[in-house]
């Protein structure tokens, strides 16, 4: 059974940093490209980073482009985003997201974690 | 960026009735090489983590009831609910993934009448 399990999530200062964790199991987790989307409150969905299989390849939106950083390492199996100068409205529930090999598209997520930016 | 509407914002439906979401991209979705359109649809229940439903805006996900069909092709998507249920009431969300930033529209939000 695949299982994407989010952690590091809370509350943190304005301009502080914070580094969210994802433990894939239940699949090769180095065969799939992974993602992190997230939701501030009562708001939709926004897609926030994507990595390649190997991590050689990472993806961003300007809104957090320069200040979040996604990584992985493969032999354990995780995920990680590194959230630097973190912003109000950066306060949101970040979900980690698995991409199908064949179509790409965004097949399994986590449960999600919360994180508040505020002082 | 690719622009993505959604239309309706929210829309209520009697239990057993059948609805139609619409989702508009701003840029076609299709890639040439393999005739595939990037588009993709979520449900997301109060408080739940969001579900895939359909995926190369016609397929579903293993799992998701064949009352759910995703159509349409280029920029012009469609996701129909036959006979709703109850347990159907959720957030509709339509994202495309052919180019990057992945951009997702702002929801559908079906209720019951």
């Known amino acids: 059974e695949v299982q994407l399990v989010e952690s590091g999530g809370g509350l943190v200062q304005p301009g502080r940093s914070l580094k969210l964790s994802c433990a894939a199991s239940?699949?090769?987790?180095?065969?799939?490209?992974m993602a992190w989307v997230r939701q501030a409150p009562k708001k939709g969905l926004e897609w926030v980073a994507t990595?390649?299989?190997?991590?050689?390849?990472?993806y961003y939106p300007d809104s957090v482009k320069g200040r979040f950083t996604i990584s992985r390492d493969n032999a354990k199996s995780s995920l990680y985003l590194q959230m630097n100068s973190l912003k109000s409205e950066d306060t949101a529930t970040y979900y980690c997201?698995?991409?199908?090999?064949?179509?790409?598209?965004?097949?399994?997520w986590g449960q999600g974690v919360m994180v508040t930016v505020s002082s | 960026d690719i622009a993505i509407t959604q239309s309706p914002s929210s829309v209520a439906v009697s239990v057993g009735e059948t609805v139609t979401l619409s989702c508009k991209s701003s840029?076609?979705?299709?890639?040439?090489?393999?005739?595939?359109?990037?588009l993709g649809w979520y449900q997301q229940k109060p408080g739940q983590t969001p579900k895939p439903l359909i995926y190369w805006a016609t397929n579903r996900h293993t799992g998701v009831p064949d009352r759910f069909t995703g159509s349409g092709s280029g920029t012009d998507f469609t996701l129909i609910i036959s006979s709703v249920q109850a347990e159907d009431l959720a957030d509709y969300y339509c994202?495309?993934?052919?180019?990057?930033?992945?951009?997702f529209g702002a929801g559908t939000k079906l209720e019951l009448k």
């Open positions: 994202e495309q993934y052919f180019v990057y930033p992945n951009t």
């Open positions: 840029q076609s979705l299709l890639y040439s090489e393999n005739q595939k359109d990037y």
């Open positions: 990595i390649s299989t190997s991590g050689s390849r990472t």
């Open positions: 997201a698995r991409h199908e090999r064949d179509s790409y598209a965004r097949d399994y």
């Open positions: 239940g699949f090769t987790f180095s065969n799939y490209y």
